[in-house]
């Protein structure tokens, strides 16, 4: 099966992912092997998602964690 | 943070829904950390997220025996979340519009007709200086708040497309196109920033 540059573009988060099954992703492996443009798009969204995911996260401060924890622990129902 | 596994988190729920309060806060407290990321990345200042995220997890204590465990209760409290910030939203009215406004320069839509050149071996070093991180804290600062939040809830708190579609009640279809689009946008911010940096021009892997 041949795809189309419109197709493959409209799955590569997907593909990216690892999310799409082994016959469309054989379709656009073989797809990208002949398709430089394609090639491109799924190298520069899957460093993208890397990117992402590497941002450093900020968590909940300790204190605030720490009255949040009390208010649910403490309060009364009818209080909410 | 710990991850509960389904079992425990149903014994929890369980016991949570009798008025158990340290059930329910062994329940909730590894979500803390996620619903807090969530809310800072709705509201953009701390102390909204703050509040979102207390009334975000006293509505869920509120309306613990109305959850019918379909989805993890992370999901639950990621649509309640959701729920909160954008009435909290609403209310700052102003801010509403500025993030629903277009993304700078209004080019996201032509990611397809332009020439793409690999960020380079060097951009996932570089994202270790604070340059680049600024320009990727930016970029998802700017993101319509829609995609923002797919964006946070995949890509940030690591959950599966059916959990976002679940917290979100959106179809898959919908939870997975805007998640294309939002790193369609991410990726030709951070395009223009490593094309810039080092000034290559037209190079397609």
């Known amino acids: 099966m041949t795809m189309k540059c419109s197709e493959v573009l409209a799955?590569?988060?997907?593909?990216?992912?690892?999310?799409?099954?082994?016959?469309?992703?054989?379709?656009?492996?073989?797809h990208l092997a002949k398709c430089s443009h394609c090639r491109a798009q799924v190298q520069t969204i899957t460093q993208t998602v890397t990117l992402v995911r590497r941002m450093k996260n900020c968590c909940a401060q300790k204190d605030m964690?720490?009255?949040?924890?009390?208010r649910i622990v403490r309060i009364d129902r009818g209080k909410l | 943070m710990t991850t509960l596994d389904m079992e425990a988190e149903a014994a929890l729920l369980d016991r949570a829904k009798t008025g158990d309060r340290e059930a329910f806060w062994e329940l909730a407290a590894g979500s803390v950390d996620p619903i807090y990321r969530l809310a800072l990345r709705l509201m953009k200042r701390e102390e909204d997220a703050e509040?979102?995220?207390?009334?975000?997890?006293?509505?869920?204590?509120?309306?613990?025996?109305?959850?019918?465990?379909?989805?993890r209760f992370n999901t639950?409290?990621?649509?309640?979340?959701?729920?909160?910030?954008?009435?909290?939203?609403?209310?700052?009215?102003?801010?509403?519009?500025?993030?629903?406004?277009?993304?700078?320069g209004g080019e996201e839509g032509?990611?397809?007709?332009?020439?793409?050149?690999?960020?380079?071996?060097?951009?996932l070093e570089d994202l270790e200086s604070s340059e680049a991180a600024t320009v990727l804290e930016s970029a998802l600062e700017e993101l319509p708040i829609d995609l923002r939040t797919i964006v946070v809830?995949?890509?940030?708190?690591?959950m599966s497309n059916d959990e976002v579609a679940q917290a979100l009640e959106l179809p898959l279809g919908a939870v997975?196109?805007?998640?294309?689009?939002?790193?369609?946008?991410?990726?030709?911010?951070l395009g223009e920033y490593f094309a810039e940096r080092v000034c290559r021009t037209g190079e397609t892997g």
């Open chain 1, 65 to 70: 964690v720490i009255r949040l924890q009390r």
């Open chain 2, 153 to 158: 809830m995949r890509d940030v708190n690591r």
């Open chain 2, 76 to 104: 639950w409290l990621h649509r309640i979340a959701v729920n909160q910030g954008l009435m909290k939203l609403r209310k700052r009215r102003s801010d509403v519009f500025s993030m629903d406004a277009p993304v700078g």
């Open chain 1, 11 to 30: 799955c590569i988060s997907e593909y990216v992912d690892k999310e799409v099954c082994p016959d469309s992703c054989s379709a656009i492996e073989e």
């Open chain 2, 51 to 71: 509040d979102v995220v207390q009334e975000s997890f006293l509505k869920a204590l509120d309306k613990i025996g109305e959850f019918q465990g379909k989805s």
């Open chain 2, 176 to 189: 997975k196109w805007r998640l294309h689009r939002a790193r369609t946008i991410l990726r030709d911010r």
């Open chain 2, 110 to 123: 032509d990611a397809h007709f332009m020439e793409l050149a690999d960020f380079g071996s060097s951009a």
